[in-house]
Each structure stands twice: as C-alpha cells, then as structure tokens.
C-alpha cells in the first residue's frame, strides 16, 4: 500500500499528535468513539471482547496505520468493536476528528481508495490467518503466531536464529489462539523447545528452526 497518501493527509492537515503509556487503553470497544488515531510511533495491541468477557487478541500494529474502526461502509467488514492497548513503553497517534476524516475520505478519490485498500487487506490477512490456526490445530496456532511476532519483531542473529524482539506472556499468546490457560500454552511452547524449533532466553522467544516451525502451518 502507498502510505504516501496517508503521510500526505497528514501533513496537510497538521493533524495533533498524543502520547499514550505503557497498556493504556487508546480506545475501548470504540465505535463511538468520537475520534479516529492513526499510529506514528510504537506497539499497540488490538483485541475484542466476547459476549462472555473473554478477550481474543487480534494483532499487534507497528508504523504508520489506522488504529480505530472508522464504523462506516469502510469497515463493516471488521465485525465488533475492538480494543486498543499500548504495548510498547509509549506510544505516539496522531488524532483526528471522526466525521471530518470520514467526510474527507469522500471528497478525495485517492484517500478513499488507500483506505478501501487498507481494510480489504486487513481483512484478507485476519481471514489467512484464522484460517492456518483453524486448519493446524493448537501447536499449529501458536507457530502462526511465533511465526507473526517473527516478521513484526524478529531479528536475524550471527547463528542464522531468529530473536524476537519483544516479550510476550503465555496468557497474552493464547489469547490469540483461541487457548485460554497459560499452562497450555506452556506445555505446546515446550514441545517446540524439545523439537529444537525455539529456545527462550529472558521471556525472549528465538527462532531455531524457522523451516520447521513453517512446517507446522500450512499457508
């Protein structure tokens, strides 16, 4: 996508910037929120509640994107409203007005179709991905997710070993694979470790097998 267009929206309408803190809440359940953040810096989680409480996690965000649900015929698609949480120490969004930016995206073709763009992508990647957690079981969901923190986070070592530069507690990893105690979670990561696919240095995940570890999800 050409975030361009977004950078010069931007730019052009000198839009204000806050600063939030470490799992503070940016929105919460938001679609009456009155006003749409798009991320300029750090590491915001988005999440949902089920009708029973339970929290399932959707995906982090890093660099430049829309946080919150715009609730018009842009993001129907989206379903429920969901959370957004900062994960990083700070996080840093710049704010505008909801209305303003919904009717701004109609009188310009070229925003409109970047954020058309936007949720249809986002969409197709939250569909892929349910669909390998789905399809591959438990130790297959979490692989997707380690392999998920991988490309968000990961950096490649001396060794060829991929480190995960970003802490993650087995409550917060189940919470996106549909597994709800922390032991089990445990309990598949120590499979992986046994099977030489990660090890884990200081709550830190690291990739020792990355080929194996795909081999777990079918894409």
Request: with cysteine; glycine share 6%; charged share 25%.
């Amino acid at each position: 996508m050409d975030h361009h267009i977004l950078e010069n929206y931007i730019t052009s309408n000198n839009l204000p910037i806050i600063k939030k803190g470490y799992h503070k809440y940016l929105t919460f359940e938001s679609l009456e929120e009155e006003y749409t953040y798009i991320l300029k810096e750090g590491v915001v989680k988005q999440s949902v509640l089920s009708k029973n409480g339970i929290e399932f996690n959707l995906r982090y965000v890093t660099g430049l994107e829309i946080t919150s649900v715009l609730n018009d015929g842009f993001s129907k698609s989206m379903g429920e409203p969901y959370n957004v949480r900062i994960e990083s120490p700070e996080a840093y969004f710049y704010k505008v007005d909801r209305k303003v930016f919904l009717e701004d995206i109609q009188n310009d073709i070229e925003l409109q179709g970047y954020v058309k763009d936007f949720y249809h992508n986002r969409l197709q990647k939250s569909m892929k991905k349910m669909q390998c957690m789905l399809t591959n079981g438990r130790i297959g969901a979490i692989s997707t997710q380690i392999y998920e923190l991988a490309t968000l986070f990961g950096k490649t070592l001396e060794n060829g070993d991929i480190f995960i530069d970003f802490i993650i507690t087995n409550e917060e990893l189940g919470k996106f694979c549909g597994i709800s105690t922390a032991s089990s979670v445990s309990r598949i990561l120590k499979q992986l470790k046994d099977d030489n696919i990660i090890r884990i240095e200081k709550q830190h995940i690291i990739i020792t097998n990355l080929d194996q570890l795909k081999d777990n999800i079918v894409f």
